[in-house]
């Protein structure tokens, strides 16, 4: 695999989303997701055809981009990497002095956090969260993607982590993957001295361990029209944090009481989104203001800025 395999697929791919998703949702037992599940169902696409002129334009950029000549250097899988880096580095803390004048200096990856990253192929993000762990305090990573990662790009987090390293190959918005990642945290939780921990063998579920930190760098596929492309990426987004605080978040009546979710209280979420307008946006922020104890919303300078790409931090789950 290349440098930046995802970039190659990740334009004109076929849509995945479909009412597939909203149909598995709305099986979901809870009153909420079948609200979601509405919500989504309401939400009409349309695809268009992605022109070859503008994917020459988008590699041409790509050659030149000073981000995509780094990653290739330091012989890192994506230029993704940098943008969680300066995230975790410089931006969070610039965002919560900034909101609550706070000194203290956060950091949105701790040494012994169980993290979960959804839409993680090609690894950049995985790569940078493996080595902010330490497996000797119990940290790990979980993985999930479509795609499969580069034999070496497993190999590298394996080694980082010694084995507390599990990938995940699925649709995240099915449920059989869902049920294989709680699987992967009851693994992963259930024995801190596991070495090997990277073969998905089973799905009867251990003791169900939830995540520190859940990490969303999850897009549609492209399908040339990016009001089109922006909303489904926002259901995405939605999805995840649906399943990091259960879909109730999505209700006004939803109570920080309410601990569901594969999220742990104090836990944060991060999901990459593209702006689309308040009012596409709005269902998403307001359930993330009830979940965190504060919202933000950030552009890292890895993310062109001719591009609406954004980041939503949810820090510190109440
Ligand atoms: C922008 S890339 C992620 C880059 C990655 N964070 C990195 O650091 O290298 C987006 C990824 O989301 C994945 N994806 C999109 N929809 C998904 C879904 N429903 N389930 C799992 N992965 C999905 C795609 O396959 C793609 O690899």
Redo the contacts with the bound molecule.
Sequence with gaps: MGAFP?MAN?IGRLC?FDNMTAASLAQHSCSSSRVLAKRIHKRTIQPRAVSTQSSRAWLDRQHKDPYVLKAQELGL??R??FKLEEINEKLLHRAIVKKHKANARPRLILNNMLVLD?????????VYASTQLDHNAGGAVVS????PLDFNVTDRIQHELNGRFEFIQ????HNNTRRDIIDAFGRLSSDRDLTQAHVVTSLTSTKQQKANLIIS????NFTGDSSTDAIQTIN?CEQSLAFAASGDCFDTSYSPENGDGMLMKTGSFLCKYFTCGEENERDLMSAARRVFQSIHKLKPSASRKESSEMYLLGFNRK
Excluded at 118 to 126: D, I, V, Y
Excluded at 144 to 147: A, M, N, R, T
């Design positions: 995802y990740g995945v899988p994506s993704a990497y959804l839409g993680a192929a090609p690894g950049g993000w995985s999930v993607d479509l795609l699925g649709d995240f918005t760098d999850m897009a549609a995405l």
